[in-house]
T-cell receptor, first 116, second 113 residues
Framework: AQSVAQPEDQVNVAEGNPLTVKCTYS??????LFWYVQYPNRGLQFLLK??????LVKGSYGFEAEFNKSQTSFHLKKPSALVSDSALYFC??????????????FGGGTRVLVKP | DTEVTQTPKHLVMGMTNKKSLKCEQH?????MYWYKQKAKKPPELMFV???????INESVPSRFSPECPNSSLLNLHLHALQPEDSALYLC????????????FGQGTRLTVV
């Protein structure tokens, strides 16, 4: 079975400071890993993904994430947070093996609050 | 076109009503999904269609009935729902069997009264 953990319910950061949202995963074999952002009463917007290759992945809106296989982590980062980054962030995992189908498993979500 | 379009955006229905949620995409994706999301919780997978065939049903009650009439459309038929079924229902699509991310619609906010 696959699972994702986001250990922090909420992250508070001052505008202009670095932002980190943590994610760890458990999956059989190699994973596909994703980050999504959700604004109030909206659907999920895709930020970035890791499939293979370079462990540092760059995505939309200045976000990046670092894949660490030994720590089974995929933390989301942004060097300088904006007030408009305040939203709900979800990490998700899907195994590479075809037998798993297209099942995407989400972490519990982390609310990010960026204060001016 | 990188959009997944869901209609209606809001729906209020009684427990004896029958209604349908609709989802459409024109990205050529052959996997489509229904998720249910409660407030401040992650989306929960309900159904997955691959090549217009139901491939995953996450033990969803029969009062929810999915349908995939063609490669661009996905419906969710609702009948005899309960108040606890009130939630945001999200449709998503992706390529099959690759590492592509899923694209989500903006959801239908369903309230059962």
């Amino acid at each position: 079975a696959q699972s994702v953990a986001q250990p922090e319910d909420q992250v508070n950061v001052a505008e202009g400071n670095p932002l980190t949202v943590k994610c760890t995963y458990s999956v059989s074999g190699n994973p596909y890993l994703f980050w999504y952002v959700q604004y109030p009463n909206r659907g999920l917007q895709f930020l970035l993904k890791y499939i293979t290759g370079d462990n540092l992945v760059k995505g939309s809106y200045g976000f990046e994430a670092e894949f660490n296989k030994s720590q089974t982590s995929f933390h989301l980062k942004k060097p300088s947070a904006l007030v408009s980054d305040s939203a709900l962030y979800f990490c998700a995992v899907r195994p590479l093996i075809k037998a798993a189908g297209n099942k995407l498993t989400f972490g519990g979500g982390t609310r990010v609050l960026v204060k001016p | 076109d990188t959009e997944v379009t869901q209609t209606p955006k809001h729906l209020v229905m009684g427990m004896t009503n029958k209604k349908s949620l609709k989802c459409e995409q024109h990205m050529g994706h052959r996997a489509m999904y229904w998720y249910k999301q409660k407030a401040k919780k992650p989306p929960e997978l309900m159904f997955v269609y691959s090549y217009e065939k139901l491939s995953i049903n996450e033990s969803v009650p029969s009062r929810f009935s999915p349908e995939c009439p063609n490669s661009s459309l996905l419906n969710l038929h609702l009948h005899a729902l309960q108040p606890e079924d009130s939630a945001l229902y999200l449709c998503a699509s992706s390529q099959v069997g690759t590492g592509s991310g899923a694209f989500f619609g903006q959801g239908t906010r369903l309230t059962v009264v």
